[in-house]
């Protein structure tokens, strides 16, 4: 890109999350940024779309889909305009879908999100890391981006931009720079993860998502309970992670910067093929 990049900005905290004003800020300085973000917060929703529940004269696009007809498989999206772009009554998917495909930017950014987004099984359940997926999927360059939060107290109790400058000024200097250098040629996507404001940033590292993943549920009183035993780790600073992974590093007070591909490999279909065969008869 010899001219200043189009940008699309989502997030899975709302349109006006501290998070995102700080990346539209430090982006709006080196490119054109237009916001579709969920008009509320869409957190943890993962890959969800709102194709199909929105309707359309009273009637849902599930009724519409036995009649073929032209137009038959087109959903609204309810949105308002926002002082930033557009307010989404919707998914973060919803908004990378709407983003790349309506405005065709050069690259779309998803965040900063309040919070690491740190594992592989967290990167189809965060919104914010589905928004950079959706993208890559529609052969758009997309950076997540997350801060951790945890333990952090900001002065005046509640997060606010200023606390995300440093998060925003680094995806805008990759933005910048990137051009030219090839570095989506090799990879669909990058998620970011960085310490919280307190903490320095003592190294870079390029990193993969953890495997290790500690959820655990139990049946008291007649209730469900789910127990995040990881985020327990994570406020002990204590973790049995690999050195070369994205949670490891950023306790360590590095940038984790995971080079991503979009899923899903196939594996060696052959000897999958050869059981099934003797499994099913056809």
Avoid: K
């Avoid at 189009?6 to 995102?20: C, H, Q, R």
């Avoid at 609204?76 to 908004?95: M, S």
């Avoid at 939060?149 to 400058?165: H, I, N, P, R």
């Avoid at 990881?230 to 910067?257: C, F, H, K």
């Amino acid at each position: 890109m010899d001219e200043s990049p189009e940008i699309v900005l989502t997030n899975d905290d709302g349109i006006d999350a501290p998070g995102l004003r700080a990346l539209f800020e430090a982006l709006s300085a080196i490119g054109s940024v237009t916001v579709v973000a969920p008009n509320r917060n869409r957190s943890a929703v993962g890959r969800a779309l709102s194709y199909g529940r929105t309707s359309t004269d009273d009637t849902t696009i599930d009724e519409l889909t036995v009649d073929f007809s032209e137009g038959a498989f087109t959903s609204p999206v309810p949105h308002a305009d926002h002082e930033l772009g557009y307010a989404i009554d919707g998914t973060p998917c919803d908004c990378a879908i709407v983003g790349v495909n309506a405005l065709e930017p050069d690259v779309l950014v998803s965040g900063c999100n309040a919070g690491a987004n740190l594992g592989a099984y967290s990167l189809s359940r965060s919104g914010t890391v589905s928004a950079a997926m959706e993208a890559a999927f529609h052969d758009v360059p997309s950076i997540a981006v997350s801060m951790d939060t945890l333990g952090y107290e900001s002065e005046d109790g509640e997060l606010s931009a200023v606390d995300f400058e440093r998060a925003a000024a680094i995806v805008a200097s990759i933005v910048e720079e990137y051009p030219g250098t090839g570095l989506f040629d090799r990879i669909d996507y990058l998620n970011i993860n960085v310490p919280r404001p307190d903490r320095p940033i003592e190294s870079v590292e390029i990193t993969r998502p953890t495997e290790v993943y500690e959820m655990d549920a139990t049946m008291e009183d007649g209730t469900f309970q789910l127990t995040n035993r990881l985020w327990q780790q994570m406020a002990n600073r204590d973790i049995p992670d690999p050195p070369d992974t994205d949670r490891y590093v950023l306790l360590e007070d590095g940038l984790s910067v995971s080079p991503l591909a979009v899923p899903h490999d196939a594996v060696d279909t052959e000897p999958v093929q050869a059981v099934l065969e003797d499994i099913v008869a056809v």
